[in-house]
């Protein structure tokens, strides 16, 4: 990520009071495909409600965007080993205390990142392959995700290590390796942004997204590790509601 703003955010994460994150859900059964699919979470449970009847809904498709001067996002990220979930819905990584992105001014602390099979945005409406979603917390509870789109390539040795250690049934386990996430990240600047929500159940409408331009690559051998424990773990694209995307620098 040499273009992006590496210098220090020096920031005091104690006095932001920033609690752990638990990524909002009820106990209630959802799948992506089926009877509990993207199409009747709205129905399944009172706490999905939002998923049929929100008007800020995620993923979407990124066409027709605003040309304009994006807010300032530096990342401040260290390698570090985490624990490395499967938890019936995709793969997912926890993330180290301590790291944060800072996006317009205001800190979010990174909690983690997981993986969708195919991509859940499309940009002009093409899928990629794969995206990965990295969820971050503010202290007023609003989330920050940047989405990066995967295609298949040159092998990608941080997710060598991730998919390494990946549980083949729902469980978790530590990675073996510090994992340089900062990697995963495209070195551009230039990105979509736009208001919109989760992409599972509850689809609270809580989530500043970041959606880089340039995509990262995965061999076909990790691309379809993945697909063999997901083939299909994408939402739908939702419709804008007239909604502002804007892509710049």
């Not at 994150?21 to 706490?47: K, M, R, V």
């Not at 990629?128 to 007023?140: C, R, S, Y």
Request: net charge negative; glycine share 6%; charged share 20%.
């Amino acid at each position: 990520m040499n273009h992006i703003c590496r210098a220090a955010i020096g920031l005091a994460l104690a006095a932001l009071a920033i609690p752990a994150f638990a990524e909002e859900h009820s106990h209630a059964h959802w799948a992506y495909e089926g009877p509990d699919g993207p199409a009747n979470w709205g129905s399944l449970n009172s706490d999905f409600a939002v998923c049929s009847k929100g008007i800020q809904q995620s993923p979407v498709n990124l066409t027709d965007a605003h040309s304009g001067q994006n807010e300032a996002l530096a990342l401040e990220w260290k390698p570090f080993a985490p624990v490395v979930m499967n938890n019936g819905h995709t793969i997912q990584a926890a993330a180290a205390k301590g790291n944060v992105t800072s996006f317009d001014g205001k800190p979010y602390a990174f909690q983690q990142v997981h993986f969708h099979h195919p991509s859940e945005h499309t940009i002009d409406g093409k899928h990629a392959p794969m995206e990965a979603h990295f969820v971050h917390k503010g202290a007023d509870g609003k989330l920050l995700v940047l989405g990066v789109m995967i295609e298949e390539g040159q092998a990608n040795a941080e997710i060598a290590k991730l998919w390494e250690v990946a549980p083949q049934q729902p469980g978790e386990k530590p990675s073996k390796a510090d994992v340089d996430f900062a990697k995963l990240v495209p070195s551009t600047s230039k990105f979509y942004r736009y208001a919109g929500s989760l992409t599972t159940p509850p689809c609270s409408e809580i989530v500043q997204w970041v959606v880089f331009a340039e995509p990262i690559t995965v061999s076909k051998e990790q691309l379809e590790a993945f697909a063999k424990l997901y083939p299909d773990n994408s939402r739908p694209v939702q419709a804008l509601n007239k909604r502002t995307i804007v892509f710049g620098r």
